[in-house]
């Protein structure tokens, strides 16, 4: 069966992360009643990461994995799950635990009501490094400034989009 839903979630060295996240993860799309699959991709992690990857496609069968043999990057991972990915509806979500799945429903509704074509969370409650956050609040602000996009967080990955979302920004040759 085709999956109406697609979670993609790149991962680098996330050992003890996957299955935490997966089973809330699963909770949340197992209630919205839609088939779907979790496209993991892990970006040539060098820690036990594949275990645990191979533990959730053991767990839940709506797993599917992808396995970079080097670092290619986070963009070079979400990339290739989002060619990988089946659905009409795509989720997306980083796999360090910093992005919560009960979030989804509320991101989902404006894209399946035709408000938005792409609905972007932010977060909140930062796990990062000062510096980390600094620059990150000066590339939103530069983006947000040429673009005019009004988008608060560009580099929270929880995110739904409809499947033509990737096709306009990654047209295929």
Known sequence: MTPQCSLVVPLYNEAGNVLPLLSSAVDVLARLAKPFEIVLVNDGSTDTTSDDIAAASARWPEVRALHHPRNLGQATALLDGLRAARGGLILTMDGDGQNDPLNFPKLLAPVEAGELDLACGWRVDRHDSRLRR?????????????????LHDGGCQLRVFRREVIDVLFPID
């Open 134 to 150: 600094m620059i990150s609040r000066l590339g939103n602000a530069a983006r947000r400034r040429m673009l005019g996009d009004h």
